[in-house]
């Protein structure tokens, strides 16, 4: 046979070009790896979707950002992992988050896709430490051992000595992931439970710089100069608190904050720290559309939100402008009597005056989708 009459094989279905053709970008490189070498990993507490399922639009809701990118169930527990992928972030590194389809929100748990499977194994080892025997000397999960050896991880991973608590685990995984900005956090959280204020700020700093879209640790930081009774500090975090994605603000029980917190959206708590130390916001704040949305109407209204995404799109302000739509669409995605679907097409013009056409093309699948009325 002469090479111009040899014929390229047919890709099976699932392969990695589906699910970049999907998602509209290339893979990281360990992804790729993982799936080369495992068509259906697991490694808890992720139970990873078959590429075919990825690429087929598993794990997409209607509602959800166009920028985040299921790929795993999280086991016993039925939130979703995946990328966050935005034109900020560096190609190919992005975050790996958790979507609580339960509380609806988005966390982050690792800097990027080798630091989520260093994650995994540690965790999943921790989570099921009766399931480990002194015998054995080494975790019991045959599939987690194949992933380990096959994608080149630390064996430490494996047969390290587990963290004996929280506390513990959490500073494992900053080692693991310098930029976790969940662990680091919590590491925040228990210095101030200690008394040492200051150590707790160094944290919730370090994990705003690593999340910056995160917006939990500025609420963290401005909770501690509000308990300090510096208000016009805390006003200046609860600003940036509300400057991130609704979706991207967490609970008030996620966080060791005393008995005397209110059990409360992140993002509500922040709002109301606007509005009750008015006096101690500067000209710029109060000048700022979003000031009126979030302090003196409802921030939880999406008519409000949209409002205002129109208000900023006309000022030219993209970028709020998409915050605004994705905020409004999560509001009312499963509210009857909305119409959620005009989002959808706003978002999608403004994806394509972005040039951004894989993100347009993700917000067209998930407006076919079938809308939650819970």
């Given at each position: 046979m002469s090479r111009s009459d040899k014929r390229p094989s047919p890709r099976k279905s699932g392969s990695p070009p589906d699910v970049e053709q999907f998602w509209g970008t290339g893979l990281p490189t360990a992804f790729t790896h993982l799936y080369t070498q495992f068509s259906?990993?697991?490694?808890?507490?992720?139970?990873?979707?078959?590429?075919?399922?990825?690429?087929?639009?598993?794990?997409?809701?209607?509602g959800m950002l166009p920028t985040f990118l299921p790929f795993g169930r999280a086991v016993h527990e039925g939130g979703l992992y995946g990328f966050y992928r935005t034109p900020h972030n560096i190609e190919g590194a992005w975050?790996?988050?958790?979507?609580?389809?339960?509380e609806m929100y988005l966390e982050p748990v690792a800097?990027?896709?080798?630091?989520?499977?260093?994650r995994c194994v540690l965790v999943g080892?921790?989570?099921?430490?009766?399931?480990?025997?002194?015998?054995?000397?080494?975790?019991?999960?045959?599939?987690?051992?194949?992933?380990?050896?096959?994608?080149?991880?630390?064996?430490?991973?494996?047969?390290?000595?587990?963290?004996?608590?929280?506390?513990e685990l959490h500073e494992r995984l900053v080692v693991l992931d310098s930029q976790d900005s969940q662990s680091l956090c919590h590491l925040g959280c228990a210095r101030r439970s200690r008394g040492d204020d200051?150590?707790?700020?160094?944290?919730?700093?370090r994990a705003s710089e690593a999340a910056p879209w995160f917006g939990d640790p500025t609420y963290l930081v401005a909770d501690v100069y509000r308990e300090r009774r510096d208000f016009a500090r805390a006003v200046q975090e609860w600003w940036a608190t509300v400057q991130c994605l609704l979706p991207l603000c967490t609970r008030t029980w996620e966080w060791d904050l005393g008995d005397d917190h209110p059990e409360a959206d992140i993002y509500e708590v922040?709002?109301?720290?606007?509005?009750?130390?008015?006096?101690?916001?500067?000209?710029?704040?109060?000048?700022?559309?979003?000031?009126?949305?979030?302090?003196?109407?409802?921030?939880?209204?999406?008519?409000?939100?949209e409002r205002l995404g129109q208000t900023l799109l006309k000022q030219g302000n993209l970028n709020g402008a998409e915050r605004e739509i994705l905020n409004a669409l999560a509001l009312c995605g499963s509210e009857r009597g909305k119409q959620p679907e005009r989002l959808y097409d706003a978002l999608i013009d403004l994806y394509t005056r972005q040039n951004r056409p894989h993100d347009a093309a993700l917000a067209r699948h998930d407006r076919t989708l079938p809308r939650s009325t819970v």
């Amino acid at each position: 046979m002469s090479r111009s009459d040899k014929r390229p094989s047919p890709r099976k279905s699932g392969s990695p070009p589906d699910v970049e053709q999907f998602w509209g970008t290339g893979l990281p490189t360990a992804f790729t790896h993982l799936y080369t070498q495992f068509s259906t990993p697991f490694l808890a507490p992720c139970e990873f979707f078959a590429l075919e399922a990825i690429a087929g639009g598993q794990g997409r809701e209607f509602g959800m950002l166009p920028t985040f990118l299921p790929f795993g169930r999280a086991v016993h527990e039925g939130g979703l992992y995946g990328f966050y992928r935005t034109p900020h972030n560096i190609e190919g590194a992005w975050p790996i988050l958790y979507w609580d389809t339960d509380e609806m929100y988005l966390e982050p748990v690792a800097s990027d896709f080798e630091a989520f499977l260093r994650r995994c194994v540690l965790v999943g080892r921790y989570e099921t430490e009766l399931q480990a025997t002194e015998e054995d000397g080494e975790w019991g999960d045959e599939s987690t051992g194949k992933i380990v050896r096959g994608m080149n991880l630390p064996p430490a991973l494996l047969n390290g000595p587990l963290p004996r608590n929280d506390s513990e685990l959490h500073e494992r995984l900053v080692v693991l992931d310098s930029q976790d900005s969940q662990s680091l956090c919590h590491l925040g959280c228990a210095r101030r439970s200690r008394g040492d204020d200051e150590r707790a700020l160094d944290f919730f700093h370090r994990a705003s710089e690593a999340a910056p879209w995160f917006g939990d640790p500025t609420y963290l930081v401005a909770d501690v100069y509000r308990e300090r009774r510096d208000f016009a500090r805390a006003v200046q975090e609860w600003w940036a608190t509300v400057q991130c994605l609704l979706p991207l603000c967490t609970r008030t029980w996620e966080w060791d904050l005393g008995d005397d917190h209110p059990e409360a959206d992140i993002y509500e708590v922040a709002a109301d720290g606007l509005s009750q130390f008015e006096k101690e916001a500067t000209a710029e704040m109060k000048a700022d559309p979003l000031w009126n949305a979030v302090v003196q109407q409802d921030p939880y209204d999406p008519d409000v939100r949209e409002r205002l995404g129109q208000t900023l799109l006309k000022q030219g302000n993209l970028n709020g402008a998409e915050r605004e739509i994705l905020n409004a669409l999560a509001l009312c995605g499963s509210e009857r009597g909305k119409q959620p679907e005009r989002l959808y097409d706003a978002l999608i013009d403004l994806y394509t005056r972005q040039n951004r056409p894989h993100d347009a093309a993700l917000a067209r699948h998930d407006r076919t989708l079938p809308r939650s009325t819970v």
